[in-house]
């Protein structure tokens, strides 16, 4: 990211970074290694990120704010994950493709988020309106579109703003083949990918100082209720 973008201050502004990945902590993600490339960008223009693998977390099923009330016996969704996502300005979904699709982790973020649609901000509209999103995704087989596609179409009707260019990925060949991190993958040092990671990060920086500046989308026409 070239230093100029810093015209503006971004230093007021949060970012959470939400990885889909099926593995665990420590072990190693893919999608983590792309993920940190746009992390690194945003914090280097004073952009407070917090970055997260919800698998790590005991985030129940369900369309619910909380599905302890629903009989789970626990839910990190309530107390540990919503607070971060409900004060981000800007959200980045990463996940691993499976089947050419997003991960099942990553669409239960999704849906988790569904389910508190229906909470306001201060202008009475849905919660996710004035924040921003973008998708990065990972593998070895075809689909990083198809992946920005849904998850984007959803995070827009939530209520998220979707600058141009919102997302980024990593494919190597089609079937088995080493993954992004894998030595000689070439993902770290492919061009298009960079590209596309650097305009990503920049627009969503843009688009979520803009917003930030204007208080937000207009509330006229789109008050939830």
């Known amino acids: 990211m070239r230093s100029d973008v810093g015209v503006a201050s971004y230093d007021d502004l949060r970012a959470l970074y939400v990885n889909g990945t099926l593995t665990r ?4 993600s893919h999608t983590q290694g792309l993920m940190d490339r746009s992390i690194a960008l945003l914090e ?7 970055s997260l693998r919800l698998v790590d ?4 099923d369900g369309m619910t704010a909380d599905a302890r009330e629903e009989g789970a016996t626990e839910d990190a969704w309530p107390d540990l994950v919503w607070p971060k996502a ?10 691993p493709i499976w089947l050419g699709e997003a ?3 990553a669409r239960r973020f999704i849906e988790r988020l569904y389910a508190m649609s229906d909470q306001t901000n201060a202008q009475g509209q849905p919660i996710f309106y004035g924040k921003v999103a973008g998708t990065v995704t990972t593998g070895n087989e075809d689909g990083v579109k198809n992946v920005g596609k849904h998850l984007l179409y959803a995070l827009q009707h939530l209520g998220y ?3 141009p260019a919102a997302e980024t990925g990593w494919i190597g060949s089609i079937g088995p083949g080493p993954s992004y991190l894998d030595e000689g993958s070439g993902g770290p040092q492919n061009a298009y990918t960079t590209s596309t990671l650097t305009a990503m990060s920049c627009n969503l920086l843009h688009v979520a100082r803009m917003l930030k500046d204007v208080g937000g989308i207009p509330a006229v026409g789109n008050v939830a209720g």
């Open 57 to 60: 977390y005991a985030v129940a």
């Open 161 to 163: 703003t979707i600058p």
């Open 44 to 50: 280097g223009q004073g952009v407070r990120v917090e």
């Open 25 to 28: 902590s420590p072990g190693r």
């Open 103 to 105: 991960s099942s982790v």
């Open 86 to 95: 409900r004060d981000a300005d800007i959200l980045v979904i990463g996940t």
